[in-house]
């Protein structure tokens, strides 16, 4: 469940206080892991340890037991010294992060978090992505690999949902997979990966359209939707 990020969902969360509401929602709904982006006081995406630590505090007590995976994207601090920094003063730790392959500075990123007994998700945005990757050859430091087909194209998402899929199969990569899309082909990728056996993901970060195509009314509307696909 992607509850929030750089989304202009007007019911998406920003605050500690609503994204452990929404949370909650969600769980009762049907969602098992949670995926967070933190906000400061403006309402600005940031790693800063304050608004990360109360994010993830504030949805712990509301959702005991719940993986939490905070994220790392480099979008919201392209420095990948100054990323590095920040999220190296953690004091409240996630239970996974995405660590998204193409990114700079992402292996140290990893290597600092893995020493801290964070989990790892192999996050491929693209067949280049997927190249890395396999091209590494790390598996054993990963929790699991999440595909994310970025195009909003349903079928151009969906061939490439299978191609990095593929490459990482040939590579002898055995570890489970999640799959998400975005905008309405979110649906068309989730449907293809539900019938493959891996696991699937929404919410307003990645879309705010449920399968037919109305807009939905938030994160509980997209959990239900995908429940019923499954």
Known sequence: MALNGDSPHPAMPRTAEETAADAAAC????????????????GEETLAEGPVARTITAVRALCPGVPISMTTFAQIEPDAARRLKLIASWTTLPDLVPANQGEAGIVELSELLALR??????????????????????????RRVVIEALD???????????????????????????????????????????????????????????????????????????????
């Open 27 to 42: 769980v009762a709904a049907g969602a098992n892991l949670l995926h967070l982006h933190a906000f400061d006081d403006d």
């Open 117 to 142: 007994g964070v989990g790892l998700e192999a996050c491929l945005l693209s067949v280049a992505d997927a190249e890395l990757f396999v091209r590494r050859n790390t598996p054993e430091l990963f």
């Open 152 to 230: 909003t194209d349903p079928s151009t998402a969906v061939a490439d949902a299978a191609a990095m899929e593929q490459m990482v199969i040939e590579a002898g990569m055995s570890l489970d997979q999640l799959h998400h899309g975005y905008g309405i082909a979110t649906w068309d990728v989730c449907r293809r990966a539900a019938k493959r056996g891996h696991g699937i993901r929404v919410g307003v970060e990645d879309t705010g359209l449920l399968p037919d195509g109305r807009p939905a009314s938030g994160n509980v509307e997209l959990v239900q939707a995908a429940r019923d696909l499954l």
